[in-house]
């Protein structure tokens, strides 16, 4: 953008240092780690215009821990989560991301609400879980709708 001779506005630096933020949540680097999930919880709930950043970290060639937190950031968002971005939070439910990925996500989902049949047959297949945390969250997403 600033290549182009444009200026970045807060919402692009916002989209774009959320992005970085989960991305360092898994560096190698210790330090580099610690800091961008310290700064990532005291964040609070994301801007909206920050969804279309954050949405794509939420695949298959991500690590888990970025995948983690991006799903975090959208389930703060509540109801004010995009359904396309509730989509993907329900996809990291249904991988085979490890099984924090796959708590967070039931979470998340709790908080952003069940919109479609998808949805609700991911979080549904989640509380038949083996893992009674995840079987926890996701009969709280069912409860909370």
């Known amino acids: ?33 610690e800091q961008a999930v310290a700064t990532i919880e005291n964040l609070g709930t994301p801007q909206p215009e920050a969804v279309p950043v954050l949405t794509p970290l939420i695949g298959p060639d991500e690590p888990a821990d970025s995948v983690y937190w991006a799903v975090t950031l959208l389930g703060r968002l509540g109801d004010a989560c995009p359904d396309d971005a509730a989509e993907a939070v329900a996809s990291a439910l249904s991988k085979t991301y490890s099984m924090h ?29 083996a893992d009674s945390r995840l079987a926890r969250l996701a009969e709280r997403a069912i409860d909370q709708g």
């Open 101 to 129: 990925v796959r708590q967070r996500a039931a979470w998340a989902l709790g908080k952003i609400g069940i919109r479609s049949d998808s949805i609700r047959e991911s979080v549904a297949a989640a509380a038949k879980a």
């Open 1 to 33: 953008m600033q290549l182009r001779g444009e200026v970045p506005t807060e919402a692009d630096r916002a989209r774009v240092d959320l992005a970085g933020l989960c991305r360092a949540s898994a560096d190698p680097d210790e330090t580099r780690r």
